[in-house]
């Protein structure tokens, strides 16, 4: 699996660090507030988990699971929704975790199913963002890294399923995906 990696773009104890750090400043926003942070499957599962080990205040957590059509290494816009929230999110003051915003189209469509719901608040944390590819402008509010438009995977992120358990992120080698 190394052996397909070009680059570590952040590793492990940087990643680390900064996730620890948001957390924190998460915790801060939303003191009192009983948050629902909203795990997107499933690039997000192991960035989620580890932040809200940082955030010293009561909260819930949920999952959403979506799919985008179309294969590839591009996200295609329409949207899916194969698991959705468990419980009411009227009146809540919602956290949408997301791992990567890339062209923004996948957070845009998520943020306007949450703002049907009668919320209270809505705002989105990303370990990353790649504003270099954005068709959708969509405000995140809490973002770890901004990194270039490169083919990155780990800590979440996957090419076609795999590279998801690599506790870095990384750069995947060309060769690998063309
Ligand atoms: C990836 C990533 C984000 C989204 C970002 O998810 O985890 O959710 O794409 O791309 P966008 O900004 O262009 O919409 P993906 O659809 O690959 O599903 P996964 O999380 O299960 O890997
Ligand atoms: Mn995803
Ligand atoms: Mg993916």
Redesign the pocket.
Known sequence: MLNDIKDVLIDEKTLKKRVSELGKELAEEYKGKNPLVIC?????VLFMSDLVQSMDIPLEIDFMAI??YGTGT??S?EVRILKDLDKSVEGRDLLII??????????SYLIKIFKDRNTNSIKVCSLLDKPE?RISEVEIDFVGFAVPDEFVVGYG??FAEKYRNLPFIGVLKEEVYV
Not at 40 to 44: E, F, P, R, Y
């Open positions: 997107v499957l499933k690039g997000s799919s985008s591009r996200s816009g997301e791992d990567i915003v890339d062209s923004g189209l996948t957070l590819r992120l996957d």
